[in-house]
């Protein structure tokens, strides 16, 4: 099982409730059991390949019956899950 990252974008597009698409991909994340750390701009999510891929597909299918979506990914197979000592996270504290 090798565990990745990918940091998440969902954008829905000419749509007068944005939240509903976002929180629904955060549902399905939750539903596939992967860790989820929601921000402003994105979502990054860890877990095991095949479960962040099928996540993503769902994700992205569900955006798709709201209306039109634009979503972005970044994958990584390199950057560890949070609270593990990363370089981004010790350059914050100092």
Known sequence: MKEISAQVSIYPLRRQDLR?????????????????????????????MDEVFDALKEAFAEADREGDAVMVVTFSNACPKSGTGDTADNARQG
Request: hydrophobic share 40%; glycine share 6%; net charge negative.
């Open 20 to 48: 509903s698409t976002i929180h629904n991909a955060w549902k399905i994340f939750e539903s596939h059991e992967l860790e989820i750390r929601p921000g402003s701009m994105s979502t990054v999510i860890w877990g095991d």
